[in-house]
């Protein structure tokens, strides 16, 4: 069964580092997204893509943040200089242009010390 | 106030019992979902409903449009349902999230 893939499973970086979180969405699926969960707290949306653009984004997506699909495969978020209340969970999902269901990948862990 | 509102926030429960999770939300919305998420944090799609009741296994999502309101229920409970199920609604591009119901199952 197809499935939405991240690398790295866990990142710790320094604050002020530029980090990339990868993700790799279902082949055919044409929608993505990246949503992030700090620790004990829900998951919330940072921005969705479609057609090679962002098609929105949450307050929390600031100019420290963007979204890059490189080739035909992968979708890439990038923190410029990570902060410490960056330290989340980031998950990316993918969804087919026929249904709003969304497919999860596993998560990225993403500590910043 | 949040836009989506579950009730309850935990739930303990013995082992058989039937389980209801409560979700209301306040926008307008194009589908409903919910998810169930493990302590390892990995997020998996139960349901995706924008009318009426589905039906998987042990699992059974509800919807009612007019109140803006979904119930999940989980018959003969188990210990392995052990997990944080989310409500979280389709609006505009995005998925707007609940805080999550916190599930234990006792055995």
């Known amino acids: 069964e197809p499935e939405v893939t991240q690398t790295p499973s866990h990142q710790v970086t320094q604050m002020g580092q530029e980090v990339i979180l990868r993700c790799v969405p279902i082949?055919?699926?044409?929608?993505f997204y990246w949503y992030r969960q700090i620790l004990g707290q829900k998951v919330e949306f940072l921005v969705s893509?479609?057609?090679?653009?962002?098609?929105?984004k949450s307050e929390i997506f600031d100019d420290q943040f963007s979204v890059e699909r490189p080739d035909g495969s992968n979708f890439t978020l990038k923190i410029r200089s990570t902060k410490l209340e960056d330290s989340a969970m980031y998950f990316c999902?993918?969804?087919?242009?026929?249904?709003?269901?969304?497919?999860f990948g596993p998560g990225t862990r993403l500590t910043v010390t | 106030k949040n836009e989506v509102e579950q009730s309850p926030q935990n739930l303990t429960a013995q082992e058989g019992e039937f389980i209801t999770i409560n979700c209301s939300y306040s926008?307008?919305?194009?589908?409903l979902h919910w998810l169930q998420q493990h302590p390892g944090g990995g997020i998996v799609s139960l349901f995706m409903?924008?009318?009426?009741?589905k039906k998987h296994g042990r699992l059974i999502a509800t919807i009612n449009i007019q109140e803006k309101h979904s119930s999940l229920h989980i018959t003969a409970s188990h210990p392995r349902d052990s997990a944080v199920y989310i409500c979280?609604?389709?609006?505009?591009?995005?998925?707007?999230w609940g805080a999550g119901t916190k599930l234990i199952i006792k055995p």
């Open positions: 893509f479609y057609n090679n653009e962002i098609s929105e």
């Open positions: 979280a609604v389709s609006s505009n591009y995005q998925l707007i």
């Open positions: 999902a993918s969804r087919g242009q026929e249904s709003y269901e969304q497919y």
């Open positions: 082949s055919n699926h044409l929608y």
């Open positions: 409903l924008s009318s009426g009741k």
């Open positions: 926008v307008g919305i194009s589908a």
